[in-house]
C-alpha cells in the first residue's frame, strides 16, 4: 500500500512537470525574426538633360529666306533660356520657314530670337530691303493687280495711266473721245508686300500626305488694297508724284526673263488713244465731186465726175 502511493505521487509529479513545461512553451513569445542587413549604396545622381538649340549651317544674310536646309539642331552643355534660343522639344523648325534675319549670322552660330525675324513682325520689311532702296506702297485694285496674280517677290512693271477730262478729241462722225495716255515709268521692280502680307506663307507638306503629288489647291482670290516696292529713292519720287496724277497699273514679268540693268534707265514712249485704237481717229470725209484733165490731139479739156 505504502509502495502505491509513492508511484501516485510520482507519477502525479511528471505529470505536474509536464504539465508546467507545456504551459511554458505555449506562454514563450517566438524569437524576433533576425533580419539581415544589406548595405545599401547611394545611387549616383542622373546625368545632367542636356537640350539642343538650332543653329545656322551655313552663313545667312539678311533678306534671305531662311527653309530646312540652312539649319539644324545641335546640344549645348549649359541650360538654354527659351526666351532667347528655340529649344528642340519646345519649338519647330516649320515656324522659321521664310522668315529671315536682322544681321548676318555665321555657320555655326546659334539662332536667336533677336535675330531672327518673321513675317507680320516689326522688322521683318526692313530686313527684306536692299541696301540703298526705299520701300514705297501704291495704290491698287483686283484689276491693277492682276487679280491677285502678282505676289511677293515678283517683278513688275509699273505704268502710269492718265486722262485728262478738260480736253476731248472730236472724231469723223462728231463724238468726242477721251483725251488718254499711258507710259512705262518703272521697269524691273522688286515687289515687297501685298497689303501686310511680305511674303506668302510657305507651303510644308505634312509626311501623311508625302505619297500624294502634293499639288496645292488655291483658295479664293484676295483683293489687295496697296503693293509695296522695292525702289531707287528717285523712283521713289517719281512714284508719289505719279499715283496723285493718274492710275497705276502692274505689268507682271517673266521670272525667266534675264536681268538687264540698262533696261531700267529705257525712257518710254508715250501710248495715246489714237495709238491704240482706230475707234476714233478723224479721217477727211469723202469729196462728192471728181475733176479729170481729158486730152484730145492737141486739145484738153477739164471733166468734172460727180460721185453717187
Request: glycine share 8%; charged share 25%.
Amino acid at each position: 500500500m505504502k509502495k502505491n502511493s509513492i508511484f501516485l505521487l510520482a507519477g502525479a509529479f511528471v505529470l505536474a512537470i509536464g504539465v508546467a513545461l507545456l504551459a511554458r512553451t505555449l506562454l514563450t513569445p517566438p524569437p524576433p525574426p533576425v533580419v539581415a542587413k544589406v548595405e545599401t549604396r547611394p545611387e549616383p545622381p542622373p546625368p545632367p538633360s542636356r537640350k539642343a538649340i538650332l543653329v545656322a549651317t551655313r552663313d545667312l544674310h539678311p533678306g534671305e529666306f531662311i527653309d530646312g536646309s540652312h539649319m539644324d539642331w545641335r546640344e549645348v552643355e549649359d541650360n538654354p533660356s527659351r526666351s532667347l534660343y528655340f529649344i528642340k522639344g519646345a519649338d519647330q523648325q516649320e515656324t522659321l520657314y521664310g522668315a529671315t534675319v536682322r544681321q548676318p549670322v555665321e555657320a555655326g552660330q546659334p539662332l536667336t530670337v533677336s535675330v531672327v525675324v518673321r513675317q507680320g513682325e516689326p522688322g521683318f520689311l526692313a530686313a527684306l530691303l536692299k541696301p540703298g532702296m526705299r520701300a514705297v506702297s501704291i495704290p491698287t485694285s483686283r484689276m491693277e493687280s492682276n487679280f491677285g496674280l502678282v505676289s511677293s517677290g515678283d517683278r513688275v512693271d509699273v505704268i502710269l495711266g492718265l486722262k485728262r477730262e478738260d480736253s476731248l478729241t472730236v472724231a469723223s462722225e462728231g463724238a468726242s473721245a477721251p483725251n488718254l495716255a499711258a507710259q512705262t515709268i518703272l521697269r524691273d521692280v522688286r515687289v515687297l508686300a501685298l497689303n501686310n502680307q511680305a511674303r506668302g506663307e510657305m507651303y510644308v507638306r505634312p509626311e501623311e500626305d508625302a505619297k500624294d503629288s502634293g499639288r496645292r489647291t488655291g483658295g479664293g482670290t484676295t483683293t489687295f488694297e496697296t503693293v509695296t516696292l522695292e525702289v531707287t529713292p528717285a523712283d521713289a519720287e517719281k512714284l508719289a508724284v505719279a499715283k496723285e496724277v493718274g492710275s497705276l497699273q502692274l505689268a507682271l514679268r517673266s521670272a525667266r526673263e534675264p536681268f538687264d540693268p540698262e533696261e531700267i534707265f529705257l525712257t518710254s514712249g508715250v501710248t495715246t488713244l489714237r495709238a491704240t485704237t482706230d475707234v476714233y481717229v478723224t479721217r477727211p470725209a469723202s469729196s462728192s465731186t471728181a475733176s479729170v484733165q481729158a486730152f484730145r490731139g492737141s486739145s484738153s479739156e477739164s471733166i468734172t465726175l460727180s460721185g453717187r
